[in-house]
Every structure is written in structure tokens, then in C-alpha cells.
């Protein structure tokens, strides 16, 4: 019993729980910057899209030699 009540009182003590318990104690702080809107990741997408496309499409240019 006495080795159970040292255990549970060197848990209380460890720096571990002292630090969860700051942490919980304090909120994070409030980003102020706005992410960016969800158009700009779809304007990208067909962009990058049409890149590859456009770079598949297009003809080796190979001359009779190669």
C-alpha cells in the first residue's frame, strides 16, 4: 500500500503532469490571418491540370534521324 501511495505521489510530482496541467491551464491564442479561399486551391488545381494536359498533348518534334 505504502509503494502504491509513492507511486501515485511521485506521479502527482513528475514535471509530465505539471506541464499538462499548464498547458491545459492557458488557451492557444487566436490566428488572425484568414485562410485562403477554397476557389483559389480549385483555381490552382485546374490550372496545374491544364499545364499537364497541354504537356502531354504536345508532339515530340523528333526529326527522322533520332
Known amino acids: 500500500m505504502i509503494?502504491?501511495?509513492?507511486?501515485?505521489?511521485?506521479?502527482?510530482a513528475s514535471p509530465l503532469v505539471?506541464?499538462?496541467?499548464?498547458?491545459?491551464?492557458?488557451?492557444?491564442?487566436?490566428?488572425?490571418?484568414?485562410?485562403p479561399s477554397t476557389w483559389v486551391g480549385y483555381?490552382?488545381?485546374?490550372?496545374?491540370?491544364?499545364?499537364v494536359i497541354s504537356v502531354s498533348i504536345m508532339s515530340a518534334k523528333r526529326g527522322h534521324q533520332d
Open 43 to 51: 483555381v490552382l488545381m485546374f490550372v496545374f491540370f491544364g499545364i
Open 18 to 35: 505539471s506541464q499538462l496541467a499548464l498547458a491545459a491551464a492557458t488557451p492557444p491564442e487566436p490566428s488572425l490571418r484568414k485562410p
Open 3 to 12: 509503494k502504491l501511495q509513492l507511486f501515485l505521489l511521485m506521479l502527482l
